[in-house]
């Protein structure tokens, strides 16, 4: 643990209640999209809409929002962050209509793109070796938790209140966060240069048009001319990043350097592939069974409880054995035992039983990912230096979320099958799944060196 810090504990819960912000929140909208889309007249396309509205910002923001909590000051950035989330929950519960209702998710989605890299880069910053493992495993625990409560809790708000007293549950939430991190989180910026402000807006602008691209393809369904110009604008963008950062070298916002580092890259392809693999899930199955297997929003929060359950019990455990053994084994098997539950998800039938037909596949998936969530977040912080915490964190973030964004995309294909071919959409959906989480584990096992209990995965930065 570092010198510096004060009050462990209580860092640690100041960046626990302000990621469960994020993961409340994505866990509970699901949960309440069918309601959405009656009380507004939403079709399925506005349905993929109250989701990417969110993702899409998210996205496009995370990198930058690391960066300017490693510059101007983490825990400021944070509190910040938190306040754009509240302020924006507050327009989701009141929105009178679609349009209202999609742009409050914007602006959360940018609150979370500020409050979600700063979070941990927090926790890199403040703990060391075995400490920083515990601390990551107690975080990742909490955002399990808060995933596990927040389908069940949001169901019966929906059935007994509505759909807008979930956005409600938000603001209790960020009061603690920003009380206990403005009172007991010290202050960290590592950043004595300007901030790489060109480098910032073309990651940005980037991530922002390729976002843009797959959320229009996601509900045209189609590779219409949006979609192309989206997805070739940004990848022109991000190219002009990679020179204007490989140009300014040390000083740029995501120094080229890191990509030098073969877990570092090892650990960006398995998050693209594992979270895509894993927001699909999280959209699909609960929509299935409210949809195809007449479940209520409260039915379908509690099928979604054994999975946060293992998590959030494991996870300090593995955080902890990650520390002693390295992140190679744990980001093999994880994976793979993972995309055995997705196989196993191929069974689903939401007319037949919830024991026999979804809860083996949903228990194997949460003990796979039990087995990878605390040691990639630990594994992306201990890639590189405190320096750079807050960077990696948030580029590691928008790979997930963009891996999550393509989900939504193929997700929204699925929804939009209607009730008839609602169940077999599903079960191609969990083939796919299964074969990038397969290929994540294997991603792992190439790219991660071994190490000993003390030492640094090999090629740190």
Same mark, same amino acid.
């Given at each position: 643990?570092?010198?510096?810090?004060?009050?462990?504990?209580?860092?640690?819960?100041?960046?626990?209640?302000?990621?469960?912000?994020?993961?409340?929140?994505?866990?509970?909208?699901?949960?309440?999209?069918?309601?959405?889309?009656?009380?507004?007249?939403?079709?399925a396309?506005?349905?993929?809409?109250?989701?990417?509205?969110?993702?899409?910002?998210?996205?496009?923001l995370?990198?930058?929002?690391?960066?300017?909590g490693?510059?101007?000051g983490?825990?400021?950035?944070?509190?910040?962050?938190?306040?754009?989330?509240?302020?924006?929950?507050?327009?989701?519960?009141?929105?009178?209509?679609?349009?209202?209702?999609?742009a409050?998710?914007?602006?959360?989605?940018?609150?979370?793109?500020?409050?979600?890299?700063?979070?941990?880069?927090?926790?890199?910053?403040?703990?060391?070796?075995?400490?920083?493992?515990?601390?990551?495993?107690?975080w990742?625990?909490?955002?399990?938790?808060?995933?596990?409560?927040?389908?069940? !809790? %949001? /169901?019966? =708000? #929906?059935?007994?209140?509505?759909?807008?007293?979930?956005?409600y549950?938000?603001l $209790? @939430?960020? &009061? +603690?966060?920003?009380?206990?991190a403005?009172?007991?989180?010290?202050?960290?910026?590592?950043?004595?240069?300007p901030?790489?402000?060109?480098?910032?807006?073309?990651?940005t602008?980037?991530?922002?048009?390729?976002?843009?691209?797959?959320?229009?393809?996601?509900?045209?369904?189609?590779?219409?001319?949006?979609?192309?110009?989206?997805?070739?604008?940004?990848?022109?963008?991000?190219?002009?990043?990679?020179?204007?950062?490989?140009?300014?070298?040390?000083?740029?916002?995501?120094p080229?350097?890191?990509?030098?580092?073969r877990?570092f890259?090892?650990?960006?392809?398995?998050?693209?592939?594992?979270?895509?693999? !894993? %927001? /699909?899930? =999280? #959209?699909?199955?609960?929509?299935?069974?409210?949809?195809?297997?007449?479940y209520? $929003? @409260?039915? &379908? +929060?509690?099928?979604?409880?054994?999975?946060s359950?293992?998590?959030g019990?494991?996870s300090?455990?593995?955080?902890?054995?990650?520390?002693?053994?390295?992140?190679?084994w744990?980001?093999?098997?994880?994976?793979?035992?993972?995309?055995?539950?997705?196989?196993?998800?191929?069974?689903?039938?939401?007319?037949?039983?919830?024991?026999?037909?979804?809860?083996?596949?949903?228990a194997?998936i949460?003990?796979?990912?039990?087995?990878?969530v605390?040691?990639?977040?630990?594994?992306?912080?201990?890639?590189?230096?405190?320096?750079?915490?807050?960077?990696?964190?948030?580029?590691?973030?928008?790979?997930?979320?963009?891996? %999550?964004?393509?989900?939504?995309?193929?997700?929204?294909?699925?929804?939009?099958?209607?009730?008839?071919?609602?169940?077999? &959409?599903?079960?191609?959906?969990?083939?796919l799944?299964?074969?990038?989480?397969v290929?994540?584990?294997?991603?792992?096992?190439?790219?991660?060196?071994?190490?000993?209990?003390?030492?640094?995965?090999?090629?740190?930065?």
């Amino acid at each position: 643990m570092s010198q510096s810090t004060r009050h462990p504990n209580w860092t640690i819960a100041a960046t626990m209640l302000a990621s469960s912000l994020a993961f409340i929140d994505g866990s509970v909208v699901n949960v309440a999209l069918p309601a959405i889309g009656k009380d507004l007249n939403g079709g399925a396309a506005s349905l993929a809409w109250a989701i990417n509205a969110y993702l899409l910002p998210l996205s496009a923001l995370l990198l930058l929002g690391g960066a300017a909590g490693d510059h101007f000051g983490r825990r400021r950035m944070l509190v910040a962050g938190i306040m754009i989330f509240a302020i924006a929950s507050v327009g989701c519960a009141l929105a009178p209509n679609l349009e209202v209702l999609l742009a409050s998710r914007a602006v959360q989605g940018i609150g979370a793109a500020i409050l979600m890299p700063n979070s941990l880069g927090i926790l890199g910053s403040s703990f060391e070796g075995e400490a920083k493992g515990r601390a990551v495993g107690t975080w990742a625990a909490a955002g399990a938790i808060a995933s596990a409560v927040g389908p069940p !809790l %949001g /169901g019966w =708000l #929906v059935d007994a209140v509505g759909w807008r007293a979930i956005f409600y549950l938000n603001l $209790p @939430v960020a &009061a +603690g966060a920003i009380a206990i991190a403005w009172l007991y989180v010290d202050e960290s910026a590592e950043g004595e240069q300007p901030l790489d402000w060109t480098g910032a807006a073309l990651a940005t602008l980037g991530l922002g048009a390729l976002a843009w691209g797959l959320t229009v393809w996601s509900t045209e369904h189609a590779a219409t001319a949006e979609t192309w110009i989206g997805l070739g604008a940004g990848v022109a963008l991000l190219g002009s990043f990679v020179f204007t950062e490989h140009r300014l070298g040390e000083r740029a916002m995501m120094p080229l350097a890191l990509f030098a580092s073969r877990p570092f890259v090892g650990l960006t392809v398995l998050t693209f592939l594992l979270y895509g693999a !894993l %927001g /699909g899930l =999280l #959209v699909l199955l609960p929509y299935l069974l409210i949809v195809g297997g007449a479940y209520t $929003p @409260v039915q &379908a +929060g509690l099928a979604l409880l054994p999975f946060s359950i293992v998590i959030g019990t494991m996870s300090r455990v593995t955080g902890r054995l990650t520390e002693k053994i390295g992140p190679r084994w744990p980001l093999t098997i994880g994976p793979i035992v993972t995309g055995a539950g997705f196989a196993l998800l191929m069974r689903s039938d939401p007319q037949a039983s919830y024991w026999t037909s979804v809860l083996p596949g949903m228990a194997v998936i949460a003990l796979g990912m039990s087995l990878a969530v605390a040691p990639l977040t630990t594994a992306v912080l201990s890639s590189v230096d405190d320096r750079h915490a807050g960077t990696a964190s948030g580029f590691n973030s928008a790979i997930a979320r963009t891996g %999550g964004l393509i989900a939504t995309a193929l997700a929204g294909a699925v929804i939009a099958e209607g009730r008839a071919g609602l169940t077999s &959409a599903f079960q191609a959906a969990a083939v796919l799944a299964a074969i990038l989480a397969v290929t994540s584990g294997i991603v792992a096992f190439v790219t991660l060196g071994d190490r000993s209990a003390k030492g640094k995965p090999d090629g740190r930065v």
